[in-house]
Nanobody, 116 residues
Framework: QVQLEESGGGLVQPGGSLRLSCVAS????????VAWYRQAPGKQREWVAS????????YYADSLKDRFTISRENAKNTVFLQMNSLKPEDTAVYYC?????????WGQGTQVTVSA
């Protein structure tokens, strides 16, 4: 029942920063764990980061934890992904995922392109 919409993607130069947003409908989002995934052209979808429902615990892919930060503002039904020191290898479509029990929702994705 949760609907997700990502935003904040775009074109950025190497070394730059972007903050992605995932806005959800419904109160149940606040009880859901949320994760960011990404998929580059010709590559498999990979997990980026996760956050618990209350926002007290966060988890990151080892290669990204020094540059990316996940956070949430439940009062605004929003989860963020702050991305710093971006590299061309970060170019991908970034997806927001919400899970509660057996229920799962995905957004449509937002394109991030890192290029000079």
């Amino acid at each position: 029942q949760v609907q997700l919409e990502e935003s904040g993607g775009g074109l950025v130069q190497p070394g730059g920063s972007l903050r992605l947003s995932c806005v959800a409908s419904g109160i149940m989002f606040r009880l859901s764990a949320v994760a960011w995934y990404r998929q580059a052209p010709g590559k498999q979808r990979e997990w980026v980061a996760s956050i618990t429902s209350g926002g007290s615990s966060t988890y990151y892919a080892d290669s990204l934890k020094d540059r990316f930060t996940i956070s949430r503002e439940n009062a605004k039904n929003t989860v963020f992904l702050q991305m710093n020191s971006l590299k061309p290898e970060d170019t991908a479509v970034y997806y927001c995922n919400s899970k509660r029990g057996t229920y799962e929702s995905w957004g449509q994705g937002t394109q991030v392109t890192v290029s000079a």
